[in-house]
T-cell receptor, first 114, second 118 residues
Framework: AQKVTQAQTEISVVEKEDVTLDCVYE???????LFWYKQPPSGELVFLIR??????QNEISGRYSWNFQKSTSSFNFTITASQVVDSAVYFC???????????FGAGTRLFVKA | EPEVTQTPSHQVTQMGQEVILRCVPI?????FYWYRQILGQKVEFLVS????????KSEIFDDQFSVERPDGSNFTLKIRSTKLEDSAMYFC????????????????FGSGTQLSVL
C-alpha cells in the first residue's frame, strides 16, 4: 500500500528564518513519483515540483529546495529566508507509475510571521 | 497563466438531492481529475478521465458519483442523492500530459467548489 506521512501538523516561524517540511512515504513500487503542492489561503492547490524516484539529485528553485533520500524514503522541502507569502498548507504526494491517482499527505500548515 | 475554472464556488444542498459540479479545464489539456478535501483533512483522489472515459477511480467513487465531458470544454461531477458526509471542497484538475520522462504531467487545480449538504 502507498502512504505519505507529514508528521508536522503546523509550523510557525518568523520571517527570514529557514524552515524544513518533512515528508516520509511508503510504497512497494521500485519506481514512483513524488510531488509537493502548496495550498495558499485562497484555497487552490499549486504544483511545486515532481520528482522521479530514479533521480536522486536534489533540486533548488529560488528559495525552495528539495532533499530526496531514497534510503530513508523521505522527500523534505526547505524554504530559505521565509516570507509572509509562504504562509500556506503544503502537501507532499506520491503516485505510482501507470496510475492516475495521486496520494496526498495530511499537509503541514506553515505560518510565517512578520 | 491559463487556469482551471470551477463553478459554483459554494453549493448548498439538501440531503438526498442531486448536485452537479462544473469545471472548465485548460483548453489544450487532455487529462481531467476530481479530488476532494473534507475540512481539515487530506486531499483525496476521486476519479481521472481521459479520451471520454474513466481511466481510474478510487473506492470513494461509487455508483453515487458520475463524471461527464458533455462538450469540448466542460467537465462535470454529478453526485446523486447527496449525503451529509459528501460535504467537502471538490477540486477539479487537468494536465496536458500524463507521465513519462519529459512529459508535462503538471496538474493544474481549480479553486474548488465548497459543497455543503444539510
Amino acid at each position: 500500500a502507498q502512504k505519505v506521512t507529514q508528521a508536522q501538523t503546523e509550523i510557525s516561524v518568523v520571517e527570514k528564518e529557514d524552515v524544513t517540511l518533512d515528508c516520509v512515504y511508503e510504497t512497494r513500487d521500485t519506481t514512483y513519483y513524488l510531488f509537493w503542492y502548496k495550498q495558499p489561503p485562497s484555497g487552490e492547490l499549486v504544483f511545486l515540483i515532481r520528482r522521479n524516484s530514479f533521480d536522486e539529485q536534489n533540486e533548488i528553485s529560488g528559495r525552495y529546495s528539495w532533499n530526496f533520500q531514497k534510503s530513508t524514503s523521505s522527500f523534505n522541502f526547505t524554504i530559505t529566508a521565509s516570507q509572509v507569502v509562504d504562509s500556506a498548507v503544503y502537501f507532499c504526494a506520491l503516485r505510482r507509475p501507470g496510475g492516475f491517482k495521486t496520494i496526498f499527505g495530511a499537509g503541514t500548515r506553515l505560518f510565517v510571521k512578520a | 497563466e491559463p487556469e482551471v475554472t470551477q463553478t459554483p464556488s459554494h453549493q448548498v444542498t439538501q440531503m438526498g438531492q442531486e448536485v452537479i459540479l462544473r469545471c472548465v479545464p485548460i483548453s489544450n489539456h487532455l487529462y481531467f481529475y476530481w479530488y476532494r478535501q473534507i475540512l481539515g483533512q487530506k486531499v483525496e483522489f476521486l476519479v481521472s478521465f481521459y479520451n471520454n472515459e474513466i481511466s481510474e477511480k478510487s473506492e470513494i467513487f461509487d455508483d453515487q458519483f458520475s463524471v461527464e465531458r458533455p462538450d469540448g470544454s466542460n467537465f462535470t461531477l454529478k453526485i446523486r442523492s447527496t449525503k451529509l458526509e459528501d460535504s467537502a471542497m471538490y477540486f477539479c484538475a487537468s494536465s496536458e500530459g500524463w507521465e513519462g520522462f519529459g512529459t508535462n504531467e503538471k496538474l493544474f487545480f481549480g479553486s474548488g467548489t465548497q459543497l455543503s449538504v444539510l
